[in-house]
C-alpha cells in the first residue's frame, strides 16, 4: 500500500516538474517574441521621453557634450512661457485644430454619399486616399506652385474669373497659416472617410428601413441614425487628429518653413529651430515637454467629454 502511494506520489511531482518546465519554456518563448518590439519601444521611445524631461532642467547643447551641460531648474520654462514666438506658434497650432471637424464634417458626408449613392466605391476610395498617402514632401512642393502669388495657377484661374487682387496664399501672413488648414484638409479627407466607410457597414440596415415606414427624411436618417451611430468613429478620428495637428512638420517646413512673419509657425518647427539651427536642446526639450503635456490634457478632456455625446 505504501509502495503504491509513494508511486503515486512520485509520479503526481513528476507531472508537476514537467508542467512547470512547460510553463517555464513558454514563458520564454514569449519573452523572446515580445523581446524586439520591447527593445526598440525602449530605445526609440520611452529613453528618449526620459532623456527630454532631465535635458529640460539643463543648458545643454548638442554640439559641446554632456560634459558642459549644467541644471538650471525651471529657467527653461519660465523663458518658454514669456516667449513670444512660442506663444504665437501654440496660437496658431490651436487654430490648426478647426480644421478637423471641417475635415471629419467632409469626410463623413462623403462617405455618407458614396455608400449609399455611389457605383465603383472602390475607385473613389483610391482617389480620395491617395493625398494621405502622398509624401508630405511632394505635397508641400507641389502647393507651392499651386498657391505662388503672381504665377500659380490658383490666382491666375481667380483673375480670369474677375478677381483684381487674389489673396497672396503662403506669402501673405493673413492667408498663410489658411492655405496650411487647406492643404491639410485636403490630405486627411480620404483616411478620415475611410474610416468611416467602415463605421457606416456595421449600422444595421433596418434602421433605415425603420425610418423610412416612418416618414423620416434623409436629413432626418442621417442626424438621428447616422451621426450617433458613427459617434465611436468620430471620436477615435478627433483624437487622432488633435495628436496629428501637434505633429505636422515637414507640411510646414517645406511650405513656408513657419513664415512669412512666423505666420505658420508651430510648436514643433519651434522645436526644431531651437534645437537644430541654434543648437538650444536643453530649451527645445522643454519646449517638447510643455507640447506633451498640452496634448496629454486635451486628450483626457476628449475622454471625459466623450461619456456625454459618444454612444457605444
Same mark, same amino acid.
Not at 473613389?124 to 486616399?129: D, E, Q, T
Not at 425603420?210 to 483624437?239: E, K, N
Given at each position: 500500500?505504501?509502495?503504491?502511494?509513494?508511486?503515486?506520489?512520485?509520479?503526481?511531482?513528476?507531472?508537476?516538474?514537467?508542467? !512547470?518546465?512547460?510553463?517555464?519554456?513558454?514563458?520564454?518563448?514569449?519573452?523572446?517574441?515580445?523581446? &524586439?518590439?520591447?527593445?526598440?519601444?525602449?530605445?526609440?521611445?520611452?529613453?528618449?521621453?526620459?532623456?527630454?524631461?532631465?535635458?529640460?532642467?539643463?543648458?545643454?547643447?548638442?554640439?559641446?557634450?554632456?560634459?558642459?551641460?549644467?541644471?538650471?531648474?525651471?529657467?527653461?520654462?519660465?523663458?518658454?512661457?514669456?516667449?513670444?514666438?512660442?506663444?504665437?506658434?501654440?496660437?496658431?497650432?490651436? @487654430?490648426?485644430?478647426?480644421?478637423?471637424?471641417?475635415? @471629419?464634417?467632409?469626410?463623413?458626408?462623403?462617405?455618407?454619399?458614396?455608400?449609399?449613392?455611389?457605383?465603383?466605391?472602390?475607385?473613389?476610395?483610391?482617389?480620395?486616399?491617395?493625398?494621405?498617402?502622398?509624401?508630405?514632401?511632394?505635397?508641400?512642393?507641389?502647393?507651392?506652385?499651386?498657391?505662388?502669388?503672381?504665377?500659380? &495657377?490658383?490666382?491666375?484661374?481667380?483673375?480670369?474669373?474677375?478677381?483684381?487682387?487674389?489673396?497672396?496664399?503662403?506669402?501673405?501672413?493673413?492667408?498663410?497659416?489658411?492655405?496650411?488648414?487647406?492643404?491639410?484638409?485636403?490630405?486627411?479627407?480620404?483616411?478620415?472617410?475611410?474610416?468611416?466607410?467602415?463605421?457606416?457597414?456595421?449600422? &444595421?440596415?433596418?434602421?433605415?428601413?425603420?425610418?423610412?415606414?416612418?416618414?423620416?427624411?434623409?436629413?432626418?436618417?442621417?442626424?438621428?441614425?447616422?451621426?450617433?451611430?458613427?459617434?465611436?468613429?468620430?471620436?477615435?478620428?478627433?483624437?487622432?487628429?488633435?495628436?496629428? !495637428?501637434?505633429?505636422?512638420?515637414?507640411?510646414?517646413?517645406?511650405?513656408?518653413?513657419?513664415?512669412?512673419?512666423?505666420?505658420?509657425?508651430?510648436?514643433?518647427?519651434?522645436?526644431?529651430?531651437?534645437?537644430?539651427?541654434?543648437?538650444?536642446?536643453?530649451?527645445?526639450?522643454?519646449? !517638447?515637454?510643455?507640447?506633451?503635456?498640452?496634448?496629454?490634457?486635451?486628450?483626457?478632456?476628449?475622454?471625459?467629454?466623450?461619456?456625454?455625446?459618444?454612444?457605444?
Amino acid at each position: 500500500m505504501q509502495t503504491m502511494e509513494s508511486r503515486q506520489q512520485a509520479s503526481a511531482g513528476g507531472k508537476r516538474r514537467r508542467s !512547470s518546465l512547460r510553463g517555464w519554456r513558454e514563458n520564454v518563448a514569449g519573452y523572446l517574441f515580445v523581446a &524586439p518590439m520591447f527593445i526598440g519601444t525602449s530605445v526609440l521611445v520611452l529613453f528618449p521621453i526620459l532623456a527630454s524631461v532631465v535635458l529640460s532642467f539643463t543648458n545643454w547643447n548638442i554640439v559641446s557634450g554632456f560634459k558642459k551641460a549644467s541644471f538650471v531648474g525651471f529657467a527653461n520654462y519660465q523663458d518658454i512661457l514669456s516667449d513670444a514666438i512660442f506663444l504665437k506658434s501654440l496660437g496658431n497650432n490651436l @487654430l490648426i485644430l478647426l480644421a478637423i471637424p471641417v475635415t @471629419l464634417a467632409i469626410a463623413l458626408t462623403l462617405a455618407v454619399l458614396i455608400n449609399r449613392y455611389i457605383y465603383l466605391k472602390d475607385l473613389f476610395k483610391v482617389i480620395y486616399f491617395m493625398p494621405f498617402i502622398s509624401s508630405a514632401v511632394a505635397v508641400a512642393i507641389v502647393f507651392r506652385v499651386l498657391f505662388h502669388p503672381t504665377r500659380g &495657377p490658383i490666382n491666375q484661374i481667380l483673375m480670369s474669373l474677375g478677381v483684381e487682387n487674389p489673396p497672396g496664399w503662403i506669402a501673405d501672413p493673413k492667408f498663410a497659416l489658411v492655405s496650411v488648414m487647406l492643404i491639410m484638409i485636403w490630405t486627411g479627407i480620404g483616411f478620415n472617410m475611410i474610416i468611416y466607410l467602415a463605421g457606416l457597414q456595421n449600422i &444595421p440596415k433596418e434602421l433605415y428601413e425603420s425610418a423610412q415606414i416612418d416618414g423620416a427624411s434623409s436629413w432626418t436618417q442621417f442626424t438621428r441614425i447616422t451621426v450617433p451611430l458613427v459617434s465611436p468613429t468620430t471620436f477615435l478620428l478627433l483624437v487622432a487628429g488633435i495628436i496629428s !495637428s501637434f505633429k505636422i512638420f515637414d507640411l510646414i517646413l517645406v511650405l513656408t518653413n513657419g513664415g512669412p512673419g512666423n505666420a505658420t509657425i508651430t510648436p514643433v518647427v519651434y522645436l526644431y529651430q531651437k534645437a537644430f539651427l541654434e543648437l538650444k536642446t536643453g530649451y527645445a526639450s522643454a519646449v !517638447s515637454m510643455i507640447i506633451f503635456v498640452i496634448i496629454l490634457l486635451i486628450t483626457l478632456l476628449q475622454f471625459y467629454g466623450q461619456k456625454k455625446w459618444v454612444n457605444y
